[in-house]
């Protein structure tokens, strides 16, 4: 596989019969072989899934069949969205032996697309962490520099697709998830409007904040993966019953006139000096685009990060009280069955997940619900309030992704609070439920990929694509490729 292609060309090439999914699948399968040594991208590939599909690519392309939009561009998935009959781990040793006997929703859209599967990527346990160190499984590295990380807890995915192993895979976020791997691997992650992408099948953290979300290379091809996995499900009953649109019908459409609101509490204060030089080019950059910029202020974005940290570990505290030895993986056996619980639970969860979930049921505790759980959903509330303001002013907002480029694996790993405040800018978006993309806007002075966040009212997604599509026709930014391992 051409990692150097975006995925719309390789789909075209594969449809005109120029290119064989087959060849393609191996090729990616030969780039995983080289390089996932140093990056461990992955958990587990899924070869006779992908080849199965891509065999049934080359003969709908060769009888001159119709393909379905990305048929044959292979697929990384985050090894929390289940697969039929592959191990769903969440890199947890919770689910040791586990095997999903059934299709998330995604998953099916996926193969109804027919996008060849290719494996199941590493992630934070259970998806909580920025930084994929908190995988039970292994390290992933950041491809830009292998002594850094990927950031979290969609690492894997992002690893993946930022060293030309795949060049689309599937994350999910919960608090910034995708938005900060793809700001820290130089690539495109959009978190959608909660609702907009099915959760069924995903391996639920906080059922209020998850979105699975795509990674690419550039801003066209994360829109066309959102095609293929977004739309209504009656099997999650969060799901908006709403057509989507042509998200690359209009996404060259010129964006003058629009109006950009900067967002005065996330510029500056706490931020790496090359990620607010660069988030200060990009302003220029939409100035020169004809947009409209304005400083804009989000008072209660200073309260974000301690609302999410009690509401989100609530809500795990009540999600991950299903594992317990008895339905799912490990199961530890003790005297009784209080005891097994405790063995399995001590033995199979790791320091992180072990530390949300006694937040969380601290949060809920009696006495305490109120004085925390309550008033983070207050200030919730108050959040959305204020974004809704900020609609009616503006047509996006804008921010850093990150306050700083990828940091050294084990630099922050016993600073959690350090490890939060890493979110500070994508945790509110999760908090409101609206839709946000990150986009690589430039370099560090050690090269390293800086991300610039752009946040839209609800289904705004096209918009988002539109004015995305332009800042990265204007700079260039787009197929980035890390020269440690360009010719790996």
Same mark, same amino acid.
């Given at each position: 596989?051409? *990692?150097?292609?975006?995925?719309?060309?390789?789909?075209?090439?594969?449809?005109?019969?120029?290119?064989?999914?087959?060849?393609?699948?191996?090729?990616?399968?030969?780039?995983?072989?080289?390089?996932?040594?140093?990056?461990?991208?992955?958990?587990?590939?899924?070869?006779?899934?992908?080849?199965?599909?891509?065999?049934?690519?080359?003969?709908?392309?060769?009888?001159?069949?119709?393909?379905?939009?990305?048929?044959?561009?292979?697929?990384?998935?985050?090894?929390?969205?289940?697969?039929?009959?592959?191990?769903?781990?969440? /890199? @947890?040793?919770?689910?040791?032996?586990?095997?999903?006997?059934?299709?998330?929703?995604?998953?099916?859209?996926?193969?109804?697309?027919?996008?060849?599967?290719?494996?199941?990527?590493?992630?934070?346990?259970?998806?909580?962490?920025?930084?994929?160190?908190?995988?039970?499984?292994?390290?992933?590295? +950041?491809?830009?520099?292998?002594?850094?990380?990927?950031?979290?807890? /969609?690492?894997?995915?992002?690893?993946?697709?930022?060293?030309?192993?795949?060049?689309?895979?599937?994350? /999910?976020?919960?608090?910034?998830?995708?938005?900060?791997?793809?700001?820290?691997?130089? =690539?495109?992650?959009?978190?959608?409007?909660?609702?907009?992408? @099915?959760?069924?099948?995903?391996?639920?953290?906080?059922?209020? $904040?998850?979105?699975?979300?795509?990674?690419?290379?550039?801003?066209?091809?994360?829109?066309?993966? =959102?095609?293929?996995?977004?739309? !209504?499900?009656?099997?999650?009953?969060?799901?908006?019953?709403? +057509? =989507?649109?042509?998200? $690359?019908?209009?996404?060259?459409?010129?964006? *003058?006139?629009?109006?950009?609101?900067?967002?005065?509490?996330? +510029?500056?204060?706490?931020?790496?000096?090359?990620?607010?030089?660069?988030?200060?080019?990009?302003?220029?950059?939409?100035?020169?685009?004809?947009?409209?910029?304005?400083?804009?202020?989000?008072?209660?974005?200073? !309260?974000?990060?301690?609302?999410?940290?009690?509401?989100?570990?609530? *809500?795990?505290?009540? +999600?991950?009280?299903?594992?317990?030895?008895?339905?799912?993986?490990?199961?530890?056996?003790?005297?009784?069955?209080?005891?097994?619980?405790?063995?399995?639970?001590?033995?199979?969860?790791?320091?992180?997940?072990?530390?949300?979930?006694?937040?969380?049921?601290?949060?809920? @505790?009696?006495? !305490?619900?109120?004085?925390?759980?309550?008033?983070?959903?207050?200030?919730?509330?108050?959040?959305?309030?204020?974004?809704?303001?900020?609609?009616?002013?503006?047509?996006?907002?804008?921010?850093?992704?990150?306050?700083?480029?990828?940091?050294?694996?084990?630099?922050?790993?016993?600073?959690?609070?350090?490890?939060?405040?890493?979110?500070?800018?994508?945790?509110?978006?999760?908090?409101?439920?609206?839709?946000?993309?990150?986009?690589?806007?430039?370099?560090?002075?050690?090269?390293?990929?800086?991300?610039?966040?752009?946040?839209?009212?609800?289904?705004?997604?096209?918009?988002?694509?539109?004015?995305?599509?332009?800042?990265?026709?204007?700079?260039? $930014?787009?197929?980035?490729?890390?020269?440690?391992?360009?010719?790996?």
């Amino acid at each position: 596989m051409n *990692e150097h292609l975006s995925a719309l060309s390789l789909h075209e090439q594969i449809k005109s019969g120029k290119l064989s999914a087959v060849d393609t699948l191996q090729a990616a399968y030969n780039r995983i072989d080289a390089v996932d040594g140093q990056v461990g991208a992955f958990n587990a590939l899924s070869r006779d899934l992908a080849l199965q599909m891509a065999e049934d690519v080359d003969r709908k392309a060769k009888a001159g069949e119709p393909l379905p939009l990305l048929a044959g561009v292979p697929l990384a998935v985050k090894d929390n969205i289940n697969v039929k009959g592959y191990a769903t781990t969440c /890199s @947890s040793k919770i689910l040791d032996g586990y095997v999903s006997p059934y299709d998330a929703t995604v998953t099916l859209k996926v193969k109804a697309h027919m996008l060849p599967i290719v494996g199941k990527t590493n992630l934070d346990e259970f998806a909580m962490g920025s930084s994929t160190e908190n995988s039970a499984l292994k390290i992933t590295r +950041n491809p830009w520099d292998l002594d850094r990380v990927p950031g979290g807890s /969609s690492g894997g995915s992002a690893a993946a697709v930022a060293s030309g192993q795949t060049l689309i895979s599937l994350g /999910s976020d919960t608090g910034g998830s995708v938005r900060q791997p793809a700001a820290l691997c130089g =690539l495109v992650g959009l978190k959608p409007t909660y609702g907009l992408v @099915s959760r069924y099948g995903l391996v639920a953290f906080a059922s209020s $904040l998850d979105q699975i979300s795509p990674f690419a290379r550039n801003v066209k091809d994360t829109a066309a993966l =959102l095609q293929v996995i977004g739309g !209504y499900d009656n099997r999650d009953s969060t799901s908006l019953n709403y +057509n =989507l649109p042509d998200y $690359l019908g209009n996404i060259d459409k010129p964006v *003058e006139k629009l109006k950009i609101g900067i967002i005065g509490e996330l +510029n500056g204060e706490g931020m790496q000096p090359e990620v607010a030089a660069s988030f200060q080019q990009a302003i220029e950059t939409f100035k020169k685009l004809g947009t409209e910029v304005h400083t804009f202020s989000i008072p209660s974005i200073k !309260y974000a990060v301690a609302s999410y940290y009690i509401l989100a570990t609530a *809500e795990a505290s009540s +999600n991950l009280a299903r594992f317990d030895g008895v339905r799912y993986g490990l199961r530890v056996e003790g005297e009784n069955i209080y005891d097994t619980y405790c063995k399995t639970r001590a033995q199979g969860f790791g320091p992180e997940v072990k530390r949300r979930i006694m937040l969380g049921t601290f949060s809920l @505790s009696s006495g !305490y619900y109120d004085a925390y759980y309550g008033k983070a959903q207050k200030i919730r509330k108050l959040l959305k309030n204020e974004f809704d303001k900020a609609w009616q002013q503006v047509d996006v907002l804008i921010c850093p992704t990150s306050p700083t480029t990828a940091f050294k694996i084990g630099e922050k790993k016993d600073d959690p609070v350090s490890m939060y405040l890493s979110d500070i800018a994508t945790i509110p978006v999760n908090l409101v439920g609206i839709p946000a993309i990150s986009i690589p806007c430039g370099f560090d002075n050690q090269k390293l990929p800086i991300g610039l966040q752009i946040m839209g009212p609800h289904l705004s997604e096209e918009k988002l694509f539109r004015i995305s599509q332009a800042f990265e026709t204007a700079t260039g $930014l787009a197929n980035l490729s890390p020269a440690e391992l360009a010719t790996a």
